[in-house]
């Protein structure tokens, strides 16, 4: 029976005997190969390209590895109450483990730019919705002022213990694959995950589980891309509101991920994300938010340019799941058919195709 990362990982993570296990069963989440995608498509070559569907965890998103071990940490420390700003998945997150701690919880989102499931989440596990008139950056400014002074432990991943978990993402590709891959595609919104993951490909090296290591290749939305542009953008914009961030907050970390692993960051236009989202919904049936199809955006964005040279294996890690923003899947799906109950009508429908 699974039961959690805690359990599995134990001997990677910073706990002892006196660390709760604050789980949801969170990790062990399926890596899928892509079937239907065409060597066209993939630059006209054969390539092994598998996606990391981290929308199966508890909560629906990547988050939930971190968080487990945050909210742990914070219960074995004694805190009463955790605090975070979020862009939906962590506060979804942060509420749903603080719930089962018994911790209060208090997060701060961006008011009316966070996806309708995030919103449900956070609000129905518990935790008291800040929604301030701001952007993600603005709220994660309030909370490292608030809990710097104030009794509330922070969760966003400026905590170390969010990236100690989520690190274990690397671990689990790479036992799946019985190697590392050769490239790695994820979305960078605060940074914290690809901070994650490339302490997690080098561990699970220095552990002796890998021999080579994969190139970093991180994705920020077109209108969201200050590591790629140089500097902090103001006002970010995009319809991937994950990642809709514009000063992140481990940029360094993700700056040393790409350079040290010879991987790049880039961006990818949201015209780029929405085909990559379509394209996985309706060609093989996997469902995730917008912010995730920027890792298969970019995929296909380098296989068009020439990138790859034949035979290499690729995982895109799917962050979060689709049913996160129902409101922008509606929006860019094909339109429904509206018909009365009547059989000779809805026959005329199915035989227009
Ligand atoms: N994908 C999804 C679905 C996310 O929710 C996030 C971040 C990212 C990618 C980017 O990860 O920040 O570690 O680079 N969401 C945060 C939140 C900011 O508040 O839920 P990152």
């Not at 922070?154 to 671990?171: C, D, W, Y």
């Amino acid at each position: 029976m699974w039961t959690g990362l805690m359990n599995k990982y134990r001997r990677y993570l910073p706990v002892t005997d006196r660390t709760p296990n604050i789980t949801l069963s969170e990790g062990s989440t399926p890596l899928i190969r892509l079937h239907n995608f065409s060597e066209q498509e993939l630059g006209g070559l054969k390539l092994n390209v598998y996606v990391k569907f981290e929308g199966l965890n508890p909560t629906g998103s990547f988050k939930d590895r971190g968080m487990f071990l945050a909210i742990s940490k914070a219960a074995e420390a004694g805190a009463k109450a955790v605090i975070c700003a979020s862009t939906g998945n962590t506060s979804a997150s942060a509420a749903a483990y603080a719930a089962r701690a018994g911790l209060q919880c208090f997060v701060l989102i961006p008011d009316g730019h966070i996806a309708l499931g995030k919103l449900a989440q956070a609000m129905v596990q518990g935790a008291k919705v800040i929604a301030i008139a701001g952007n993600f950056d603005d709220a994660l400014a309030a909370v490292r002022t608030i809990s710097e002074k104030h009794p509330f432990t922070m969760v966003n991943s400026l905590n170390p213990h969010r990236i100690e978990g989520q690190k274990t993402g690397a671990f689990e590709i790479c036992e799946q694959l019985g190697q590392a891959p050769d490239y790695h595609f994820m979305p960078v919104g605060n940074a914290g995950n690809i901070t994650a993951y490339w302490r997690g490909y080098q561990e699970w090296q220095a552990a002796g589980q890998i021999k080579t290591l994969p190139k970093l290749m991180g994705f920020q939305a077109a209108g969201a891309a200050p590591i790629v542009d140089g500097h902090p953008v103001k006002d970010p914009q995009t319809i991937a509101t994950a990642i809709k961030i514009g000063n992140p907050a481990s940029w360094r970390q993700a700056e040393a991920a790409r350079d040290e692993s010879g991987g790049v960051i880039e961006k990818v236009t949201d015209e780029e994300i929405t085909q990559a989202q379509l394209k996985l919904a309706a060609r093989e049936g996997i469902f995730c938010e917008p912010a995730s199809a920027a890792s298969v955006a970019g995929l296909l964005k380098k296989a068009g340019e020439g990138f790859f040279r034949g035979g290499e294996t690729a995982v895109c890690v799917l962050t979060g799941h689709g049913l996160k923003d129902p409101d922008r899947a509606i929006a860019i799906a094909p339109p429904l058919s509206r018909v009365r109950a009547d059989s000779a009508e809805i026959l005329k429908i199915i035989q227009a195709g």
